[in-house]
Nanobody, 120 residues
Framework: QVHLVESGGGLVQPGGSLRLSCAAS????????LGWYRQAPGKQRELVATITSAGSTNYADSVKGRFTISRDNAKNTVYLQMTSLKPEDTAVYYC??????????????WGQGTQVTVSS
């Protein structure tokens, strides 16, 4: 069993910054990727950023240049540094861990989510 625990959410003014952390614990073997997703009220969950075990990163167009994803392999922790925050970044942010299941399949673990609110 794998557990993901997020922290670092909160209320911030437009233009401000926040850093989210997600610590993974449990029976963690091989990892395909760690990532952050978000879900705003009335909207579907969307990808924010991912980082593979090799360190390759991928970002949603809406956050490129403002958000940075990083990971500490020794601590099984992934971070999301968010800068120049906008009201439209307001959402519940979820940590994701993808593990391989065989050659082509994968399984996703999710954290409980942390609220980020950008408002003046």
């Amino acid at each position: 069993q794998v557990h993901l625990v997020e922290s670092g959410g909160g209320l911030v003014q437009p233009g401000g910054s926040l850093r989210l952390s997600c610590a993974a614990s449990g029976s963690i073997g091989r990892i395909n990727a760690l990532g952050w997703y978000r879900q705003a009220p009335g909207k579907q969950r969307e990808l924010v950023a991912t980082i593979t075990s090799a360190g390759s990163t991928n970002y949603a167009d809406s956050v490129k240049g403002r958000f940075t994803i990083s990971r500490d392999n020794a601590k099984n922790t992934v971070y999301l540094q968010m800068t120049s925050l906008k009201p439209e970044d307001t959402a519940v942010y979820y940590c994701n861990l993808e593990i391989p299941l065989g050659a082509v399949a994968a399984y996703d673990y999710w954290g409980q989510g942390t609220q980020v609110t950008v408002s003046s």
